[in-house]
């Protein structure tokens, strides 16, 4: 009898790969898997890429979930701090939702709004010390998608002292399925496709998240919506603190124990179709010639490394199993 | 000290995902890789998304293959029985290319041209008696990726005498992972997006495969090059031999042990893109309410189980491991 | 002054594709451009491709529209007949859905439900007779996107005795515009991209359209849903009525004085980019090779030739333009 | 009889689009089109979306090209400064290449190499004084897909003082159309679909020419490769020089009377799509809520406003025609 896991919310793209990790996962056994309006369907109606995973969606209710031994809640942003307070300290949760990223009560109120809910163990375990901190904890706040490749990239400079926080400028493309599930006209194929499309220019929600992770005090972050189902390309430029600064041999030092985190050969720059349905991250850095800013490029898949694969990741240093468990270094491609 | 396995050919589509698969198999220890212009290169240069993968390709040679106890040949078509008839029998050995697919000499001649090498083992395990003469078998030649879609969809059909065999119509789409990786302009981005292409209209050379395979003796087979990286979608029709013919439960029945096969719940049609990365075939049929004709559509991941995971499966079966033995039932989506 | 022109249901994709014809007509005034939830915003906010248009779509009224020398109906099928029957007789009408186009009542009862608003000339211009037809009329109802690429293909074939009409397989394959701007869950970018998807196998609602303007008897009609915003690929397969049919010449014969039908020069094969944006079909034929099954394919913009194009080509034969005023006949590529 | 127009190098994407856009021109008669390799071809064999167009691609002879009004010279970037010698002054020359754009021969031979041809006008009509200057020339020089999306965003607020030239930092993702029509494996659609990818990090070679036009004097660029064929997304960053700057001021008194750049309203942000085809601009700005940055982000079709509609564009006004002329405001969408 393996580790009973349940899943709430998991109609959603992020459930879904959840779903999938965890059927695939040689520890984990799936024993509830819930949804709001889609509850009562069988889950390959509503994941048709899990054809043969026998297993009905039930209500999200916490009784249904606390007979598991850990939880993952992919709810909307907002809803999953309710539920969470629920669901007895007995049982582990990763919550994959924005509600216990944020120490900064007013960054909350402002970007969200609404009660905040207090901050959970921070659940990047490539962040200093923070895979011990993840070991430790039973309850972890898994890092949003744009915060992991943006802070991947840039964390290990900025405490390295080699670049300054306080004017990183950030343009982040992602692929559809960040915006998720819901049916809203313009991410209709029709629209997408052949398109690049930015939103929330200059007041994107992460933000706060983002700096408390990586310790930016200056950030300007522009998303866009990219033509493809997955992926996030990060560029994310700053200026050196001092002359001489190798950026790649901070990266080096920073992830040599990560086994998901690839700083490629110079030359290789980082793209999002390699890193597929995988937990990597991609990196590369350079200075520009010109200004002499640095640039770090990161790629990852949002639903992998930015969202399920992540909160997998956590969920085996939280059992004490080792990090890569059930989880896949390499991409799918092409 | 696993299964030690080599891929000839391997910096190809289908060799990469051959790489893929056997670096994560439980059994399988990848000890050589081989290329022709390529050899030299790390295999994370040629494929970025084994990042992390640390082998170096050599040069395609019989004797750095005959240390393996099993080899894949993803070569060209017409490459791979030169080679193969280098290897010594005590090697195991599963061909990706056409060489040892067809029986019958004269298509061989017709449609590919040179010496025809004789058929081996045809490596479907879903027809009738075939798993059992792969897992008896040392060398075995692995489906086309055309003719998998098709012969799933079809085979079990004509040999129910359900429908005719005689006039067969399939149109079948394909990702362009299809059309291989050596660059021809109408191969480029910029041509394949937002188009569907037909190419080899009324004879392609996987025609005399395909009726081999499905028992057609009449096949009018119109392939198309789809804006997709991956998949093959194949609407088959066929005239019902007998009044009142549930193609449903023929298919059910033939496929009720198959556990890549999944005939869908009624109502529910086959995409591509939910058997992205899998080995899974969906499949699902009806009969048409104005000419009666039957209609099956089938679709797979042309990489997965029309090429590299089929491949798999077969050596699985010839190493008498669990079919399923590193390979995924279930697709990446979306 | 020119040719006051309004559009009812201008919102949709047909309808903003109709906005960008009539705004770049060198003898159309658009006056009025009508919508039903989106009445009240300017044009340019529905449609950004239309940035600098500057009119303000209006709520959908008979005496607005009343105003026009000229109405285009992109309404949803079943909601045109009602606006039709309340326009004077002094405004000519081209109606884009399906309301007007089915001469069988029990053929509409059947696939739309429903009053049989009873059938207008048929907008479809290449068909014998058929220019002369549009050019006497003042209502006209334009062919729908599938039937065009379908019709065009097998009409001539059938009308020429070439082919039998009995046993007709199309397998057809559209963009996702044809499937309209409604946000649906499966029509998500996240889901359509990199999938193929069949629909409505084997009783298709065009199925009476496509049979009543081509002359088959017996069609097999396949739709699918492809990864691109815009095209119509049909591959239409039949039997040849005698021997030594040379569908190429049966097709050169019919189309030599339509502009916007192109047969290509032997071996080179349709494709949906090359008409993107134009109103041209692109077809080309072959007999195939295993089963003496004549195969036509035809590629259209679904958009263009199949909806917006069609309908202004038809108007401008309803006022005595020449045909190709203000339509392209080259497409957009790559 | 009308202007008699010549395009050298007509085989690649934007001397297809210049010929799109030369045939349906009111006012051009297209006499010669050449090219290398392809010559002897008829253009629609290696234009499709042009069937239809009577024409046979030329080799490349200047003798041939003298015969015309106007040439357009759409070469690989070093090879139109020697045929636009061999031009007689009496026709007028629009070279879509790279060689006559920078003013700093070190600049050319530091990130092109060779002979420094010398600079001609400059051919962005929207720049202060530069659509007399182009009226008044024989020898146009028309921007590069980058620097045309980077300058329209930038320079008037350079110019304005409204923001530092010292610290700009630019993240543009282009459509691989961008990338030309030589088949090379990185473009594959296999590669390209589903994928991010950024090149020449920090050193690419467009940095010069948008220094030169837009006034920057410190640009860190990076360029991505989007999975669509057409398109440039650019996000330009830059300090305020003073404080309450209103970039949407600048910018709309800079376009008052620029007919293809479009200020959209506010909380409107361009997207690519939407201008596919046109030769327009999309543009919108804002500030950075966290760092107080200005923000720009442009829209243009690469092969529009960014090539061959530019060039166009630059034509109408050296001929004395409208600048309008034969060219599209909107876009084609979806």
């Known amino acids: 009898m393996g580790i009973r896991v349940a899943v709430a919310g998991a109609s959603g793209y992020a459930g879904g790969e959840l779903l999938r990790l965890i059927a695939g996962h040689p520890e984990f056994d799936l024993v509830v898997a819930t949804a709001h309006t889609q509850a009562g369907q069988p889950v390959s109606a509503v994941h048709p890429q899990l054809a043969g995973l026998d297993l009905t969606l039930a209500a999200t209710d916490p009784a249904g979930l606390a007979e598991a031994d850990l939880v993952f809640l992919a709810l909307p942003h907002g809803e999953s701090a309710a539920l969470a307070a629920d669901l007895p300290p007995t049982v582990k949760v990763v919550d994959l939702g924005a ?99 930015p939103y929330k220019v200059g007041a994107h929600q992460h933000v706060p998240e983002i700096k408390q992770a990586s310790g930016a005090t200056g950030l300007s972050f522009t998303p866009i919506l990219a033509p493809m189902p997955r992926g996030i390309l990060a560029t994310v430029t700053a200026v050196p603190a001092t002359a001489g600064t190798d950026p790649r041999a901070v990266l080096a030092e920073a992830y040599a124990d990560a086994p998901f985190v690839h700083l490629l050969p110079e030359g290789s720059w980082p793209h999002t179709a390699a890193t597929l349905g995988s937990n990597s991250c991609h990196l590369q850095a350079t200075t520009d010639v010109d200004t002499g800013r640095v640039i770090v490029v990161s790629a990852i898949d949002n639903l992998g490394k930015g969202a399920a694969g992540q909160a997998v990741q956590c969920a085996n240093l939280m059992l004490g199993l080792p990090e890569t468990t059930g989880l896949s270094v390499w991409g799918i491609a092409p």
């Open 99 to 197: 509600d216990h990223r944020l120490t900064d009560a007013a960054a909350w109120a402002r970007y969200y709004g609404g009660p905040h809910a207090g901050a959970w163990t921070y659940g990047l375990p490539e962040l200093p010390g923070q895979r011990a901190a993840i070991a430790a904890a039973d309850r972890v706040a898994a890092t949003g998608c744009y915060a992991v490749a943006t802070t991947l990239a840039l964390a290990p400079l900025v405490a390295a002292g080699a670049v300054s926080p306080a004017d990183v400028v950030v343009v982040a493309a992602s692929g559809t399925s960040g915006a998720g599930r819901a049916a809203k006209p313009h991410l209709l194929g029709s629209e997408v496709m052949g398109d690049l499309s």
